[in-house]
């Protein structure tokens, strides 16, 4: 059964938690923490938020990865920072070729406490509870927790699962069918080319007929006037 690692980012504090998930669906705890940034800049925040979790990647071996969605802010500064560090946090899982799953903050808390608008410390008594946890998590090591959590719940749903699947099986017909596109693109160009040639032929031939008519028309002689009786008289009048 796989092992789930769960994010919770954050440019200063990125929280981490690792759950296995047994046979008959109930997510067990593995491993939790926090990444807490020394640099005084930015990218050297990044930096070691990418290293590790490499390390840590590297050292669990997770088989997917869910990771909390970005929430709108008021701050756009902060929102920016936690993008990036939600970025390079993410490029840790795909260099590794993991499945990644994005869920959001109402959805974490609904199902690890079952409420959407839970506080922290709601979730880090819940998860608490739910793993069996001797220590009291952390509030960010809490969220990725939750983040896992939700994750191994949204797997145990027959809908969610089905959704995977035909997932794969559209992502490898899609493969599939680029490939055939290329092998038959020079044969469909040809056809669009003759069809298109055919179609300019057919218009000049029109355009040609149409000129035709018109010469026609201007060379033609006028028609000859009709003597017309005026009332009442017998003499004709020529209009």
């Keep these: ?56 990647i590297q050292q669990y071996h997770p088989d997917e990865v869910a990771v909390e969605q970005i929430f709108l802010a008021h701050n756009v500064g902060a929102a920016l920072k936690l993008g990036q560090a939600r970025g390079a946090a993410i490029v840790a899982a795909v260099q590794y070729d993991l499945p990644l799953f994005e869920y959001s903050a109402k959805q974490i808390k609904q199902a690890a406490v079952g409420y959407g608008a839970a506080d922290k410390r709601q979730m880090q008594l819940m998860m608490r509870h739910h793993l069996k946890i001797k220590h009291m998590p952390q509030s960010d090591e809490a969220d990725a927790l939750g983040v896992a959590w939700c994750h191994a719940q949204a797997r145990s749903s027959p809908l969610i699962a089905g959704a995977h699947q035909a997932a794969e099986q559209t992502v490898s017909e899609a493969k599939a069918g680029v490939n055939a596109g290329w092998q038959s693109k020079g044969r469909r160009g040809a056809a669009l080319r003759k069809w298109a040639g055919s179609r300019a032929g057919n218009g000049d031939a029109t355009t040609n007929a149409q000129a035709s008519v018109r010469r026609n028309q201007k060379f033609e002689r006028p028609a000859q006037t009709v003597k017309q009786p005026l009332p009442g008289n017998s003499e004709e009048f020529d209009p």
């Design 1 to 56: 059964m796989p092992t789930i690692l769960g994010i919770d980012p954050g440019s200063r504090q990125t929280g981490y938690g690792l759950l296995y998930v047994e046979r008959r669906g109930q997510p067990a705890y593995v491993h939790s923490g926090v990444v807490c940034t020394r640099a005084a800049d930015l990218p050297g925040r990044l930096a070691q938020i990418f290293e590790e979790l490499t390390q840590l």
